[in-house]
């Protein structure tokens, strides 16, 4: 596909750069040097200077090294945002060691999955996670944050950060061909997978987005909310490597609560807060009750759902600062398109594929190329496209041909380059012939006044094949029957899209990331059917 969207660029946005040969340790290096005064991060009580971090770092780095990392070793990270999994973050890196990524929520079946995938070298988490973690063969050593009783092969994070021991052997880094980080992906639709990020994809990707941003973000100068987890894909690239990259303070929230983050945003006044949707709905539900000051806030980005348009244009209002929305992927380190935040931004659209980063829109059916307008699945070319799924040849052959990756997202572009998401591949239903996407309809229903939340699946139906299911939480105070909301439904959109079935509940399944269960709620939808028929 032309790349239509470089007319659209906001002014000095070029249309492709150049990745460094960097590894993700050097961002921390070289800001160390250039702005070693300049405070990084705030944790608590702790404060740290990049220079005291790059300090800490490298003793810890030392101490991992004395233990028996190497290069291409895999190191389980699973901490909460904070100063340790900074440190953690940044010591592997300079080892050439591989962080995987694990969720400090995960239980004994979600973790076993990792490390049978990954079989990582060490784990490097908090203490209260000791028990379930010795429940099953993971990891040779492990590092724990907080008070414990040590076992062989075990030993205190803060034990390790004491030494002053610095012998860190020099480590050779290929950041094209050499990963730096395993990122699984969400398991929303089936099993996790490991998406295998080089140093390459992920300091490309942070310069893609600085391009992109035509020095929107100050160096130094900014302050960033470290609200969303730093293990999730999103947050670890957004905050933590732009976070460095761009010599900012970085606010570690270990645990997000609207109160917090409220008491937080008013004592530090952060600048720029990347965040997912149900963060900044908390936020306008608790300025309906107190009053809050957020006018600090200048940039945001949302991301690892859709933001309805309704709650961006609230915050918005709200903080006097600008939400640009965009997309990206476990898989695609992560961003691949963002709205500007100067410039044209259209409500709904995930924005303009970032510099150097090549997009078509490919028919499902047949493969072929589509045009402006017509609806396909999304394929994207970049320097942020991962080198594969760890362990998994097959399905990163099926994923990634010719450099191209199939993200399994179905979209379509308009005149300007500007690409929307219709629905997931995998999601999309088939109802009495009709081609159906969830997010469409989701879209639609968002705008009545009644509703705060939202999900629409297709479930099995013996007549129609699969037919619409909307799941549906109100907003506190209202009353709304299914019969009144399908009349208003009939009026907005074809009857076919029209759900058929309609549940009103307490909440959305979802997981710890914001991220929608589709899965369970039609695995429950099938479980009530079968008990019915019974």
């Known amino acids: 596909m032309e790349r239509i969207w470089?007319?659209?660029?906001?002014?000095n946005v070029p249309a492709d750069i150049e990745v460094p040969n960097l590894?993700?340790?050097?961002?921390?290096?070289?800001t160390a040097e250039d702005y070693g005064e300049v405070l990084a991060v705030i944790d608590g009580e702790m404060t740290y200077t990049y220079e005291e971090l790059r300090e800490e770092v490298q003793r810890f780095a030392s101490s991992l090294s004395n233990i028996g990392l190497q290069k291409g070793d895999r190191v389980a990270l699973m901490l909460p945002n904070s100063v340790e999994y900074i440190m953690s973050y940044f010591a592997v890196q300079r080892l050439g060691g591989i962080i995987v990524q694990v969720n400090p929520m995960y239980q004994e079946g979600e973790l076993e999955h990792i490390f049978q995938q990954t079989h990582p070298l060490m784990l490097i988490g908090e203490a209260k996670q000791k028990e379930k973690i010795q429940t099953m063969k993971g990891p040779t050593f492990s590092?724990?944050?907080?008070?414990?009783?040590?076992?062989?092969?075990?030993?205190?994070?803060?034990?390790?950060?004491?030494?002053?021991?610095?012998?860190?052997?020099?480590?050779m880094i290929d950041s094209k061909e050499d990963p730096a980080l395993i990122q699984f992906t969400g398991g929303t639709t089936g099993t996790p997978k490991g998406a295998v990020l080089s140093h390459y994809n992920l300091v490309g990707n942070v310069y893609q987005t600085f391009a992109f941003t035509s020095n929107t973000l100050q160096r130094p100068g900014e302050v960033f909310l470290g609200a969303?987890?730093?293990?999730?894909?999103?947050?670890?690239?957004?905050?933590?490597?732009?976070?460095?990259?761009a010599a900012a303070t970085i606010i570690c929230m270990r645990k997000w609560t609207v109160e917090e983050a409220v008491d937080i945003i008013e004592r530090y006044r952060p600048t720029y807060f990347p965040a997912v949707p149900?963060?900044?709905?908390?936020?306008?539900?608790y300025a309906e009750n107190y009053p809050i000051s957020l006018d600090s806030i200048k940039m945001m980005t949302s991301g690892s759902a859709p933001l309805p348009v309704e709650v961006m244009r609230k915050v918005e209002q709200m903080t006097g600062g600008i939400i640009s929305e965009g997309y990206g992927l476990s898989e695609t380190s992560p961003t691949t398109h963002r709205n500007p935040f100067r410039g044209k931004r259209k409500t709904g659209s995930i924005g303009l594929p970032l510099p150097s980063t090549q997009c078509k829109i490919v028919d499902i059916e047949s493969g072929e190329q589509l045009s402006v307008g017509q609806t396909g699945e999304l394929w994207i070319k970049g320097p942020q496209v991962m080198l594969g799924y760890w362990g998994l040849p097959e399905e990163t052959e099926e994923q990634i041909q010719d450099g191209w990756f199939a993200t399994g997202d179905i979209a379509e572009?308009?005149?300007e380059g500007y690409f929307y998401i219709v629905g997931r591949?995998?999601?999309?239903?088939?109802?009495?012939?009709?081609?159906?996407?969830?997010?469409?309809?989701?879209?639609?229903?968002?705008?009545?006044?009644s509703i705060h939340e939202l999900v629409v699946y297709g479930v099995p139906d013996p007549y129609r094949g699969e037919t619409l299911k909307a799941s549906i939480v109100l907003k506190e105070g209202e009353t709304l029957s299914a019969e009144e909301l399908t009349a208003w439904c009939k009026n907005r959109m074809a009857s076919y899209k029209v759900p058929k079935i309609i549940d009103f509940r307490d909440s959305i399944p979802k997981t710890s990331v914001g991220k929608i269960l589709r899965r369970e709620l039609v695995q429950e939808t099938i479980d009530q059917m079968k008990k019915e028929r019974s």
């Open 228 to 245: 969303a987890p730093f293990y999730h894909v999103m947050a670890m690239s957004s905050v933590l490597n732009q976070g460095v990259f």
């Open 23 to 30: 590894s993700v340790y050097d961002f921390l290096e070289r």
């Open 6 to 11: 470089l007319e659209h660029y906001p002014e």
């Open 143 to 171: 590092i724990f944050h907080g008070p414990t009783t040590l076992g062989e092969n075990e030993f205190h994070l803060h034990d390790l950060l004491d030494q002053e021991d610095r012998n860190i052997p020099k480590t």
């Open 425 to 449: 591949k995998k999601e999309m239903v088939i109802g009495s012939g009709f081609n159906i996407y969830p997010s469409e309809v989701e879209g639609i229903i968002y705008e009545h006044s």
């Open 413 to 415: 572009v308009d005149s």
């Open 278 to 285: 149900t963060m900044y709905i908390g936020l306008l539900r």
